[in-house]
C-alpha cells in the first residue's frame, strides 16, 4: 500500500512528462505541469515532489496490452530507478496502459484538439494515472509495484 498523504504522478514519455498531483485526503488528482524530457526532469520531479509534500510518487508504467512489459516499459523502470535514487519517499510503478488516449478523449470531449494540446495531454495521462491509483485504493485493489531499494543502490 502507498503510504497515506499527497501524491504525485508522472507521465514519462520520449518528448515530455506528464505531472499531476493530489492532496492529502486524496480526493481529487489535478494536474500540476508538463516537462520536456531533454531537461533535468527528475530534478524537477524531486523539487515538484516536495513542493507538494508528496509521500509517494507514482510513475505510469507504459506495459503492452496483454499485460506484459514491453521495451518502453523498461525503459520507463530505468527512469524510475534513476528518480527513487533521487527521491527521499518511495516510487511506484502503475499500469498506464489507456490513460493517454482517455486524455485525448477528454481534451476532444472539452473542445480542445491535440495538436494544440500537446503538453495539457501528458499532464492529463499523468492524471489518469493517479486517479487509477485513487479508484485501486478506493476498492482495495493493489495499486502498482513499489521500486525496491537494492534496485535503487549502486
Known amino acids: 500500500m502507498l503510504p497515506r498523504g499527497a501524491l504525485l504522478a508522472v507521465d514519462v514519455g520520449t518528448v515530455r512528462i506528464g505531472v499531476a498531483a493530489c492532496g492529502a485526503e486524496r480526493i481529487l488528482a489535478y494536474p500540476v505541469t508538463t516537462l520536456a524530457a531533454d531537461q533535468d526532469w527528475v530534478g524537477a520531479i524531486v523539487g515538484l515532489a516536495d513542493e ?3 509521500q509517494a510518487v507514482v ?3 507504459p506495459l503492452a496490452l496483454n ?3 514491453s521495451i518502453a516499459a523498461e525503459k520507463v523502470r530505468a527512469q524510475a530507478v534513476q528518480l527513487a535514487r533521487r527521491l527521499p519517499v518511495p516510487v511506484w510503478l502503475v499500469d498506464e496502459r489507456m490513460t493517454t488516449a482517455q486524455a485525448h478523449r477528454r481534451l476532444r470531449e472539452s473542445g480542445r484538439h491535440a495538436k494544440t494540446a500537446r503538453g495539457v495531454i501528458d499532464a492529463q ?7 487509477s491509483v485513487l479508484r485501486a ?3 482495495g485493489r493493489a ?3 513499489k521500486l525496491q531499494m537494492e534496485e535503487t543502490d549502486g
Open 137 to 139: 485504493e478506493e476498492q
Open 143 to 145: 495499486t502498482g509495484i
Open 59 to 61: 510513475v505510469g508504467y
Open 125 to 131: 495521462a499523468a492524471v489518469g494515472i493517479l486517479e
Open 52 to 54: 507538494h509534500a508528496a
Open 67 to 69: 499485460g506484459s512489459a
